[in-house]
């Protein structure tokens, strides 16, 4: 369910282009059903780097809607859109770390990602950093705080 809300907040974050256009046609194609369309529509916007598509994508292979259920495609599609910025694939991929859904669980990069989105503006991330937070001793969180500042300080290219 969570993921679904992160999807519909994702949708409303886009720009009037032809790339916006293509998703939002992928976008009803998906809200209908009809995940082919949506995915024949997202799949080469994702390949390109648009984030929101690779985010769709991402819940499509979680949810297995139209490709086959795959956790670990999953956590591929939305840490491509954590690297570049966006804080609702970075809230998705710190969810798929703290349960280990298609990555080892690590708590620590949980903590991390929740950090990051958190320091985004991603609403609840906060709250989420502090639950993983609880799963880790001291110099953990110490450890993640500094990781996510130099995730975040190299603009992403360093992201352990």
Not at 10 to 25: K, N, Y
Not at 98 to 119: E, K, P, R, S, T
Request: net charge positive.
């Amino acid at each position: 369910m969570r993921f679904l809300v992160a999807l519909t907040v994702c949708f409303l974050a886009f720009a009037t282009t032809a790339r916006a256009q293509d998703f939002d046609r992928g976008y009803a194609a998906y809200k209908a059903g009809n995940f082919a369309v949506a995915l024949a529509e997202w799949y080469p916007l994702a390949k390109h780097g648009y984030a929101s598509a690779q985010i769709a994508l991402a819940v499509m292979y979680r949810n297995g809607e139209g490709v086959p259920q795959d956790f670990a495609e999953a956590a591929r599609w939305h840490r491509r859109a954590a690297l570049q910025g966006h804080s609702n694939a970075q809230t998705n991929l710190a969810w798929m770390y703290f349960y280990g859904d298609g990555v080892a669980q690590d708590f620590l990069a949980a903590h991390m990602w929740f950090n990051i989105a958190a320091a985004n503006g991603e609403p609840g991330a906060a709250v989420f950093r502090d639950m993983a937070a609880r799963q880790l001793t001291r110099a953990y969180v110490a450890e993640a705080q500094r990781r996510a500042r130099v995730c975040m300080a190299s603009h992403y290219a360093k992201c352990g």
